[in-house]
T-cell receptor, first 111, second 118 residues
């Protein structure tokens, strides 16, 4: 079993819809939780990060972490075609620079 | 800053040949990471350096793979001999340690090298 599980999709939703992306993990030592966005033929770029449990909001994006369930989510409100990309969750433990990535979910927003 | 620079962007080679991938991290960053990305396995960490010293190479698949960081501004990933199953996109990323309460560092990725081994 992988340390981080993520549904690869693909996921297609109409423009304006709310998108929910999720990851589960097994390592209770993970403290930092990140979402990276990767456009086609580009490198991943950090979208959001949270420390420990709770929610964090940035514009149309909300990241949630539930450490008791070992479950993290990324919500995208009012989705736009420019949000079409692969979204990867990533995690690390305290004082550890090493990230463990999910396999990524490929998202397409249909105009 | 130009960001993380990788070369070449594309590499096509024949099985058995030596392949060298190059990376220039962002100036001032003290961590450098090499990843491999495939459809089947996603993004896998191969090795990472701190202040030019290899910290964790447990992700290097086998002895055919080697990585060096001779100075703070340059790193190489070498595959010798290459095999078709090495075909993937190889990413280099760099980061700087951020010791802030509740903070963490961000890894900045390069554009990747798309390797095809025939």
């Amino acid at each position: 079993q992988k340390e981080v599980e993520q549904d690869p999709g693909p996921l297609s939703v109409p423009e304006g819809a709310i998108v929910s992306l999720n990851c589960t993990y097994s390592n209770s030592a993970f403290q930092y939780f990140m979402w990276y966005r990767q456009y086609s033929r580009k490198g991943p770029e950090l979208l959001m990060y949270t420390y420990s449990s709770g929610n964090k909001e940035d514009g149309r994006f909300t990241a949630q972490v539930d450490k008791s369930s070992k479950y993290i989510s990324l919500f995208i409100r009012d989705s736009q075609p420019s949000d079409s990309a692969t979204y990867l969750c990533a995690m690390s433990g305290d004082g550890n620079e090493k990230l463990t990535f999910g396999t990524g979910t490929r998202l397409t927003i249909i105009p | 800053d130009a960001g993380v620079i990788q070369s070449p962007r594309h590499e096509v080679t024949e099985m058995g040949q030596e392949v060298t991938l190059r990376c220039k991290p962002i100036s001032g960053h003290d961590y450098l990471f090499w990843y491999r990305q495939t459809m089947m396995r996603g993004l896998e960490l191969l090795i990472y350096f701190n202040n030019n010293v290899p910290i964790d190479d447990s992700g290097m698949p086998e002895d055919r793979f080697s990585a060096k960081m001779p100075n703070a501004s340059f790193s190489t990933l070498k595959i010798q001999p290459s095999e078709p199953r090495d075909s993937a996109v190889y990413f280099c990323a760099s980061s700087i340690t951020v010791v802030l309460a509740g903070g963490t560092d961000t890894q900045y990725f390069g554009p990747g090298t798309r390797l095809t081994v025939l």
